[in-house]
């Protein structure tokens, strides 16, 4: 890759987070939405009575009717005439119990109101449209059932326009009739609740109530329904039962047997306003009310498919990312017991006769801070056989190749070439190695003693063709330090001990890596297909056949960014390689050999599909804990935390680390885990738009730089 592209003109895409946020807001949206008609947000409880000194208007509401016109400045009532009953049905409709009744009124040929919730016309359209065609009346019942007496003035008027405009979507109708949730008979009327029937009066409704009240939500019996809707003495009588909110076969057997009664004693059961000798409540709706109740159901539907289809996405995405966590322990656990037995997968590793001769190469672009540190620990190895050093220089403009050749150290050799990229030079590397054993680490790696004795050892075996080290940070002080340090111990060489057992190691990293020559030239090297070179490296030799381990005392310590900038830099050229490397390596899913289906179904499961849905996670989290209870929330948090804490310490206790630092875990959930989905986010929308990305260079600190480094 040219210096030039390094150093040109960003052709990252952008314009996608403008859809992101878009769809977060969306998504925000159909979650306040869906808990606005279930009641998460939008339903409100009944207020307790205030004990005040009833007034005039309040008293004269005691006295009156059912049926209430407070449109005037003085409120007037209405009473049913004898022996005629207004059933009156609240909360539905409801898609198991509305039927039912509908069916036992149409075989008594009786008709009745229904005091519908906007929010379950939405639901069932088709339902509401039966309630209309069969003859009987529909009146208003709130969009989310609020107790309108605790409410604002503003939210009354919209939880009655709210269900006005989806009638009208749902029917084509308007309803002139109202019943406010949580009301009952007239002499149970509070001051509030009068403050709220005034303001339903404004809004031109009438308002209904009931004479009889059969608490019927309660479940007391059928016959207690019974008794307590069957008027005394000829008289008239508005009824109050409900058709949704639980379980209701104590209410459909109630209206049979007090049909069957009423008809005995020859009582007319009909529609509200027919009872009255008014006209129809009902009147056409505007086509602008028609369009925008039907996208207003249209959106509740889809709310609630939304919320539902998430919920189940979520249980899933935590049932695998649990799943996955033990999976790799167990496979951790067993690789350890293996490795530390001396026994490889396919059995006990043979033995180099002698230990041979090793080639280190070293590709380095702008090393200057670093370079002098790594190759002095190349140099100072404990290794037995013969260790050549190839630094390989990319076109450095900070004197790299001065600062490596200058050492005067034996068996270190410093190439010059223009800047082509890693891949490149690693190439060139290759090609100017004098052995067979091929060893590469980044120049801003430094190795321990021990480490090219033990990336050499599992090559002794014929069938593996390469050898991944173990990376660990080596800045690993603040914050974004110490994230990394676990994520590298947890994330990358933890997850290295499974692959090693599965047989499906996605990646040797750059930093740290031993091949066989033989097992390069069957892939043809290096390509320049991807920036991730390691991973499509990697997966080239898996594909080819030849077996990639883990070793876990290969001990190689690299430098990590330390800003989150510089961070994102990498991760986006780590993840964006990946991209690449799957799909160049796709067809590897069809291929003899469980390699692709394990490796590439892994990596999108996990490094691709739930990053991406995890900004939603974060959102519903967010909303549960601001409008729901938080207690199952912070539950499955903490939970969650305490498996990946069970899971680093074990982890760090591997890997011979101090679990101290787990401290910071529960703390990269807040800003490290948004990061990182945040760049796949970046990563895949980069993929997708087909854009080229460039090679994203990160600044150098010199960690492991000698004090002697930072004169030059």
């Known amino acids: 890759m040219a210096e030039s592209t390094r150093r040109g003109r960003r052709t990252d895409p952008r314009g996608h987070w403008f859809l992101v946020a878009v769809m977060m807001v969306l998504v925000s949206g159909a979650l306040v939405f869906d808990g606005y008609v279930t009641g998460v947000q939008g339903e409100t409880h009944a207020a307790p009575p205030v004990a005040a000194p009833p007034s005039a208007e309040l008293r004269q509401i005691w006295r009156s009717g059912p049926v209430l016109n407070l449109t005037g400045s003085r409120p007037t009532s209405a009473r049913l005439p004898a022996r005629t009953v207004a059933l009156t049905f609240d909360d539905g409709p409801d898609p198991r119990w509305t039927p039912l009744l509908l069916d036992v009124l149409k075989r008594h040929g009786a008709k009745a109101t229904f005091f519908a919730v906007g929010a379950r016309i939405a639901e069932n359209p088709e339902l509401t449209r039966r309630i209309v065609a069969e003859g009987h009346e529909i009146g208003n019942h709130t969009y989310a059932h609020a107790d309108l007496s605790a409410v604002p003035l503003w939210r009354l008027r919209l ?31 509070t001051a509030p609740q009068l403050a709220a029937l005034r303001a339903l009066g404004g809004e031109g409704y009438l308002v209904v109530l009931t004479d009889a009240d059969t608490k019927d939500w309660s479940r007391p019996g059928t016959e207690r329904i019974l008794q ?60 602008a009310d028609r369009v ?31 799943a996955r966590l033990l999976f790799f322990l167990v496979l951790a656990w067993v690789h350890a017991q293996r490795a530390r037995g001396g026994k490889r997968r396919l059995g006990r590793a043979p033995a180099w006769p002698s230990p041979p001769p090793v080639s ?98 599992p090559l002794a075996d014929p069938q593996v063709g390469a050898v991944s080290g173990n990376t660990k940070v080596g800045n690993r002080r603040g914050m974004i330090g110490r994230w990394q340090h676990i994520e590298y111990v947890i994330g990358f060489n933890l997850d290295r001990r499974a692959f090693d057992l599965l047989g499906c190691m996605p990646t040797v990293p750059g930093a740290i890596g031993a091949f066989r020559r033989s097992a390069l030239a069957s892939v043809s090297g290096l390509s320049l297909d991807t920036l991730a070179e390691d991973t499509d490296l990697t997966m080239a030799m898996c594909r080819a056949g030849w077996r990639i381990v883990y070793e876990e005392n290969a001990l190689a310590w690299t430098e990590a960014p330390t800003s989150l900038r510089q961070l994102w830099r990498q991760r986006y050229r780590w993840c964006y390689g990946t991209l690449q490397a799957m799909w160049k390596h796709r067809h590897a899913i069809v291929e003899q050999g469980t390699f692709g289906r394990r490796c590439l179904g892994y990596l999108t499961l996990f490094q691709v599909v739930l ?18 209870d938080p207690l199952p929330v912070v539950a499955v948090w903490a939970g969650f935390v305490l498996v990946q804490a069970f899971t680093g310490w074990y982890a760090l206790r591997l890997d011979r680390e101090r679990a101290s630092v787990l401290w910071v875990l529960p703390l990269q959930q807040f800003v490290y885990r948004q990061l990182m989905y945040l760049v796949v986010i970046q990563s895949v929308a980069t993929a997708v738009l087909g854009v080229r990305l460039r090679w994203q260079t990160i600044r150098r600190e010199g960690t492991f730089a000698t004090p002697a480094s930072h004169h030059r």
């Open 611 to 628: 990053p991406l849905v995890a900004p939603v996670v974060d959102i519903m989290a967010i909303y549960s804990l601001a409008v729901d």
């Open 228 to 287: 307590a809707a069957l008027p005394r003495r000829g008289r008239g009588s508005v009824i109050m039962m409900h058709d949704s909110g639980g379980d209701r076969v104590q209410t459909v057997a109630a209206v049979d047997r007090l049909l069957t009664s009423l008809s005995e004693r020859k009582y007319r059961v009909t529609t509200l306003t027919s009872a009255l000798g008014m006209p129809s409540a009902h009147a056409p709706a505007g086509p």
């Open 360 to 457: 280190v190469i070293v590709p380095a672009y702008n090393e200057a801070a670093g370079i002098e540190a790594t190759i002095r620990s190349l140099v100072t190895t404990d290794y037995a056989g013969v260790v050549e050093v190839i630094v390989v220089d990319d076109g450095s403009a900070d004197g790299t190749a001065a600062i490596a050749g200058g050492l005067g150290l034996p068996g270190v050799r410093v190439i010059r070439r223009p800047n082509g990229g890693k891949p490149a030079a690693l190439n060139t590397g290759i090609l100017h190695a004098s052995h067979d054993i091929l060893i590469m680490v980044d120049g801003d790696t430094v190795f321990e003693p021990a480490t090219i004795g033990h990336l050499v050892r």
């Open 159 to 189: 939880e009655a326009s709210l269900t006005q405009k989806v009638l009208a979507g749902a029917t084509g109708l308007h309803t002139r009739l109202i019943r406010p949730p949580y009301s009952s008979t007239p002499d149970s009327v």
């Open 292 to 322: 925008i109740g039907a996208g207003l159901g249209l959106a509740q539907r889809a709310s609630a498919a939304f919320t539902g289809a998430m919920a189940w996405v979520l249980a899933a995405a935590g049932v695998l990312t649990l």
